[in-house]
């Protein structure tokens, strides 16, 4: 394994983590850092436990055993009350956005910050416009339900609300999971410059070989229940591992690299 950089602390550490559903094994000692300010991507195949890994790293999931620390503190074993601080300091964005349907994007994000905070109406109104702004949506947006969304605008409508809290931390599953290509690469931009204007963390889930390519400072590829390899996408390609050249050195992965190096 390539170690993460020693000129960021650690966001996010985990030591010797196993997961299984009954007698089924997902993971078996995952080890893995994710440090302050990158964009990490969790990358491997269908069913290789990286939306699995995600979810018991934001606690709707407890693992078998094993440590997962964020931002130096311990959440596994915490309760709902204990953990409400740490998940005040990260937003997710899940794969299908997880909006509330009855609501509009303003509704949905303004909801967020009626439950963790104490500010006025008119506050939270603009904050929700800010970040609506923010996410790339145009300010009609905000009045829409999310059936009147486009994918992209969806998409984009749950990242507004996964930073209503001014996250540290930010969790994408999937960003642009069944996006068209136009859409995916304004995803692709977005991440980008909320890394570098925000100054974020982002751990995202995604098998979308152009966005690794595009955003990613640092990939770990799952497979047979632990991390196989971590390291750069220009590391990895060169990878001899017989599964991670399967999944980045077949004509998909060569197009989406010949694409990252002529955009650079």
Request: with cysteine; proline share 5%.
């Amino acid at each position: 394994m390539i170690p993460a950089p020693h000129s960021a602390p650690a966001v996010i550490d985990i030591r010797h983590l196993h997961t299984r559903f009954g007698p089924h094994v997902v993971h078996q000692d995952v080890n893995l850092e994710v440090c302050r300010g990158e964009v990490f991507a969790l990358a491997g195949g269908s069913g290789s436990g990286k939306s699995t890994l995600l979810r018991t790293i934001i606690m709707l999931l407890r693992p078998l055993s094993g440590s997962i620390r964020v931002f130096g503190q311990e959440v596994v074993g915490l309760n709902d009350q204990q953990a409400l601080p740490l998940r005040r300091r990260w937003g997710v964005m899940f794969e299908r956005g997880a909006l509330f349907s009855s609501l509009t994007v303003t509704e949905n994000v303004s909801l967020v910050l009626r439950e963790h905070t104490r500010f006025s109406e008119g506050l939270i109104a603009e904050i929700a416009a800010l970040k609506i702004a923010l996410a790339g949506l145009p300010a009609n947006a905000g009045v829409k339900y999310p059936s009147e969304l486009s994918g992209g605008m969806r998409k984009r409508a749950a990242l507004a609300r996964a930073m209503a809290l001014d996250p540290e931390l930010l969790f994408l599953d999937e960003p642009t999971a069944g996006l068209d290509p136009l859409s995916a690469s304004g995803i692709d931009e977005l991440v980008q410059s909320l890394r570098d204007i925000l100054g974020l963390t982002i751990m995202m889930v995604t098998h979308d070989l152009d966005l690794l390519w595009s955003t990613a400072d640092r990939v770990a590829v799952l497979g047979e229940q632990h991390i196989l390899e971590v390291g750069t996408m220009e590391q990895l390609s060169k990878s001899d591992h017989p599964i991670i050249q399967g999944y980045f050195s077949g004509p998909r992965g060569r197009a989406a690299q010949g694409h990252a190096w002529k955009t650079k």
